[in-house]
């Protein structure tokens, strides 16, 4: 079974600008998870959806935003880039099997940059 | 809110000794703990997860970590140390909230293993 695919892997943007970025869960999995992970901060949850909903968000500005599609593909938004935004994105997604669905599987992760 | 503590940011450790690395959660409720792998230019890897049916749980590569209570930890060890287990290390916690479950990670352990 194929997993967590991200794309796309690198990226560079410039400040001011807006990204998207792409996650396909594995195959039966609906909930999708987001994560930013920096040097300075490591790793913050930014939001989980399931089955088109959000369910969770942390901490972060309005500026970032995800969706789900009816498919459990997920994509987040980042609007108005700022340089403390270089991070690396990384997806995760949870089993629908009850005891599992705890379980995290990552993606590979997209590294933003923003000069 | 529950929280993950890593002793350490940087252990070494000689090729063929023990890896010892250090998790303490906190955590009001029965805590869902992992213990993730991160590869250079990676994602996360699932080590091992403990969910309250055994104290101590077998992961892969060789990993294992021993859930106590009395002292709100969640160790990982690994017997012998390979060069293949240089990388940085993560202890997670699963909170449900919101209908869902979020991970909050510690900072991380940095494991150089030497010839």
């Known amino acids: 079974k194929a997993g967590v695919t991200q794309t796309p892997r690198y990226l560079i943007k410039t400040r001011g600008q807006q990204v998207t970025l792409s996650c396909s869960p594995i195959s039966g999995h609906r909930s999708v998870s987001w994560y930013q992970q920096t040097p300075g901060q490591g790793l913050q949850f930014l939001f989980e959806?399931?089955?088109?909903?959000?369910?969770n968000k942390g901490n972060f500005p309005g500026r970032f935003s995800g969706r789900q599609f009816s498919n459990s593909r997920s994509e987040m938004n980042v609007s108005t880039l700022e340089l403390g935004d270089s991070a690396l994105y990384l997806c995760a997604s949870s089993p629908p099997l009850a005891g599992d669905t705890d379980t995290q599987y990552f993606g590979p992760g997209t590294r933003l940059t923003v000069l | 809110a529950q929280s993950v503590t890593q002793l350490g940011s940087h252990v070494s450790v000689s090729e063929g000794a023990l890896v010892l690395l250090r998790c303490n959660y906190s955590s009001s409720v029965p805590p869902y703990l992992f213990w993730y792998v991160q590869y250079p230019n990676q994602g996360l890897q699932l080590l091992l997860k403990y969910t309250s049916a055994a104290t101590l749980v077998k992961g892969i590569n060789g990993f294992e970590a021993e859930f106590k209570k009395s002292e709100t930890s969640f160790h990982l060890t690994k017997p012998s140390a390979h060069m293949s287990d240089a990388a940085e290390y993560f202890c997670a916690v699963s909170e449900f909230t919101g209908g869902g479950n979020k991970l909050t990670f510690g900072t991380g352990t940095q494991l150089k293993v030497e010839l």
């Open positions: 959806y399931f089955s088109e909903t959000q369910r």
